[in-house]
């Protein structure tokens, strides 16, 4: 079956439970609190499957210069199909106007995104506060 690409803020907490749980994220446990961000988010994307979740990515903005990569995801079953690279280049439509695309990478996934045309920042470092919710 053909993937099919949607920009939507409606979810079902199922299909974000499991593919969230799909790459191990902590996130697929707070099925109701990822329902509720996928709202707030102000650029969705997905990746479907029939009626599958695929994969997503999610973005937030300041409306004029800068976007925030928040969530870059892909199921396992979904990956090396070019699903991945057709979500940011999508969000990068969106926002090819903005001065700047930001992320955080993992390590591993460092050459997926400089593929995409991302490069790390000198001397740059993520920095976190995680709070776990039980």
Same mark, same amino acid.
């Given at each position: 079956m053909a993937i099919v690409y949607k920009d939507t803020h409606e979810f079902k907490k199922e299909d974000l439970e499991r593919l969230f749980l799909s790459v191990?994220?902590?996130?697929?446990?707070?099925?109701?609190?990822?329902?509720?961000?996928?709202?707030?988010?102000?650029?969705?994307i997905t990746a479907w499957d029939g009626d599958r979740l695929a994969g997503l990515v999610c973005a937030?903005?300041?409306?004029?210069?800068?976007?925030?990569?928040?969530?870059?995801?892909?199921?396992?079953?979904?990956? /090396?199909? +070019?699903?991945?690279?057709?979500? %940011?280049e999508r969000i990068k439509e969106v926002y090819r106007d903005y001065l700047r695309i930001v992320l955080v990478a993992y390590d591993d996934k460092l050459p997926f995104y400089e593929s995409?045309?991302?490069?790390? /920042?000198? +001397?740059?470092?993520?920095?976190? %506060?995680?709070?776990?919710?039980?």
């Open positions: 191990d994220w902590s996130s697929g446990h707070y099925p109701d609190k990822l329902q509720t961000a996928m709202k707030n988010f102000e650029t969705v937030m903005d300041d409306g004029i210069m800068t976007s925030y990569i928040h969530f870059l995801l892909v199921d396992p079953e979904y990956q /090396g199909q +070019g699903i991945g690279r057709q979500l %940011i995409c045309g991302f490069k790390k /920042g000198e +001397g740059d470092s993520p920095m976190f %506060i995680t709070k776990l919710w039980t």
